[in-house]
């Protein structure tokens, strides 16, 4: 059984940082992609970031977080890692963990991915 367990959400000041953590269980993962996906109230899920789980490793942004927030992976510890910087009360939503087959290509699109987390709140003050 697939799990996705997600930690590291909270409450904090615009401006400040925040690293969330995921950790995957319950099969290979090779040629799959990791991400995360958020989702604020009243709004549609949105995808946030994605990195290849093998190989090299090619990782994908939203345009909203692009040089703020940074994708990683740990192979080892079969965890992926979304560390966000100078965070805005934009960026308040539930997080959610993603995994799903590399080959569908449309990395933004939430079909693609076949398992989720339950998701961590993130919440930015002003």
């Known amino acids: 059984q697939v799990q996705l367990v997600e930690s590291g959400g909270g409450l904090v000041q615009a401006g400040d940082s925040l690293r969330l953590s995921c950790a995957a269980s319950?099969?290979?993962?090779?040629?799959?992609?990791l991400g995360w996906f958020r989702q604020a109230p009243g709004k549609e899920r949105e995808f946030v970031a994605a990195?290849?789980?093998?190989?090299?490793?090619?990782?994908y942004y939203a345009d909203s977080v692009k040089g703020r927030f940074t994708i990683s992976r740990d192979n080892a510890k079969t965890t992926v890692a979304l560390q966000m910087n100078s965070l805005k009360p934009e960026d308040t939503a539930v997080y959610y963990c993603?995994?799903?087959?590399?080959?569908?290509?449309?990395?933004?699109?939430?079909?693609?991915?076949?398992?989720w987390g339950q998701g961590t709140q993130v919440t930015v003050s002003s």
């Open positions: 319950g099969r290979t993962f090779t040629s799959y992609l």
């Open positions: 993603v995994a799903g087959p590399r080959y569908s290509g449309i990395y933004y699109y939430p079909g693609t991915y076949n398992y």
């Open positions: 990195i290849s789980w093998s190989g090299l490793s090619t990782s």
